[in-house]
C-alpha cells in the first residue's frame, strides 16, 4: 500500500467514524425530544446546515425502538472529535432537562 492509499483510507475511516459521532448525537435528541438540527446550529450559528447531520436524522430510529445513550457516552464522544461547542450546548441541554425532571 502506498502513501496516498494510506491517506485516503485513514480520510475514510475519520469520515465514518465522524458519522457514528453525528448519529449517536442525532439520535440522543430523538430520545429526548429534542431538534438536533437548532441545537447544532446554536453550536455552529455561522454554519448554515450541516449535510451530514440531516443525513444522519435520516438514520435514527423512533425513542421507543432506541437505545438509551448516557450523556457521558455522548459527551465523551463529541468531545474525541473536538466538538467542544457542541458538546458545550449539549451540557446546557442536559441540565435543563435534569431541571424540569427533578
Known sequence: MNRKEMEEQMIQAYQRDE???????????????????????????NQVTNPLLAQMMDNTVPKEEAEEIPDATLLGVLSLFGNDDLAFVVSEEMERLKKHRG
Open 19 to 45: 458519522g457514528m459521532m453525528i448519529l449517536v448525537f442525532a439520535q440522543w435528541c430523538v430520545n429526548h425530544g429534542l431538534d438536533a438540527q437548532e441545537i447544532y446550529q446554536r453550536a455552529y450559528p
